[in-house]
Structures are given as structure tokens and as C-alpha cells.
């Protein structure tokens, strides 16, 4: 395993230095802020506080749609984590879907696969939804709504913001979600607070 994420390290500073994926370049951070970030949703903590969540990645089968892929976080952490999960990426930009399906092959990941589309164009349902730092609530709600199966979770990355998540509160039934509550954690000492949203599809 350890292989397996030094050589995404290592493909993602080779990607970025040619087109420009992320402001964030050194080994050490693309580690902290992006690898670990992404797996914030397979930790013990998280896990311990929503056992329905860590019930359901042990579904056979499982299917999973990551919205806003961008370059490849959470995808690319989680695919490599879930061998046994099938994973699709959603990119609206075509340059990143090009080179995250180029790291997914070097990676020789089979459970994954990033499209060159629009959340609201698609209509495959998963079991979990994940989108990290993708958009607005207000905005984003609408694109993924029908892409989560019923029972089914949608894991929102995000900042903490009292605005957001009482605009949160006050749309999420039109779209037939419950809040099931929420995960605050840092990623280091002096890092901003962050959050993830997990929100349970009953219709």
C-alpha cells in the first residue's frame, strides 16, 4: 500500500508540473491536505461516530460517484482504500478527466473510472455520493440529488460555515435528505476547521 501512494504522490507532481492541477505541489503537503483529506471518511473516528457508513462499505458491490472529481481527490485515495468498490468520477473539465484516468492507469486501478460530464447529466445512481469543496449547497444539491440511490448517503467536504449550514437545513427535505449529522476534525495543529456533512437519501 505504501507503494501505491508514493507513486500517486509521485504522478500527481508529474501531472501538475505539466498542466496545472493544484496550487499544492510539495510531497508533504499533496500527503496532508489531499491524500489524507480524502480518507478523512474511512478513519476510525469518523467510522465510530456513523457505523452506518462503515456498514455499507462492506457491501458487496458497492458503488460509489465522486462529483467534481477535479484532479482526483477523494477518488484516487478511496479507489486505491475500496479495491472491492466501483468508482466513478464526474469532471466537467476535460483536461483533468484526461490526466486523473491516466494516473488511474498507471496506478493499475480497476475500480475506477473519471467521465468528462456534468453531475446533472447523469443518471446512474450509487450508494454514496462524495464531493469535496465542489460548490455552494444551494447549487450543489440540485446536481447530485438523483444520483444517490435511496437509502443511499451523500458525503459532503466542506469548510465550516454557520451560513452554509443553515441554508443546509433549510433545503436538504425539498430534496428528500435527512442530516444525520455532521464530522468536524483538522488535518493539523494550526489547520482551519473542516467538515463533513453526511446526508442520508429517503425517497
Known sequence: MQNKW???INLFKERNSRINLSAIRDEESIKIKHIDD?????SD????KFPQIRNLLQKKWLKICDVGTGWGFPLLPLAISLPNAKFLGIEAR???VKAVNDIIKRLWLKNAKVIWSRAEQEKKQCDIVTA??????????PWVSHLVKKW????LYKLVSDEEYEDLKNI?????????WFFDYKLFDKDI????YVLKKEK
Not at 480524502?38 to 474511512?42: D, F, K, M, V
Not at 473516528?45 to 465510530?48: A, K, P, R, T
Not at 436538504?172 to 444525520?180: A, P, T
Request: glycine share 2%.
Open 6 to 8: 508514493e507513486k500517486l
Open 45 to 48: 473516528e469518523f467510522l465510530l
Open 132 to 141: 469535496r469543496a465542489v460548490a455552494y449547497i444551494t447549487k450543489l444539491l
Open 38 to 42: 480524502s480518507l478523512i471518511i474511512l
Open 193 to 196: 476547521l473542516r467538515r463533513i
Open 94 to 96: 476535460n483536461k483533468k
Open 152 to 155: 443511499g448517503y451523500l458525503l
Open 172 to 180: 436538504i427535505k425539498k430534496y428528500w435528505f435527512k442530516l444525520d
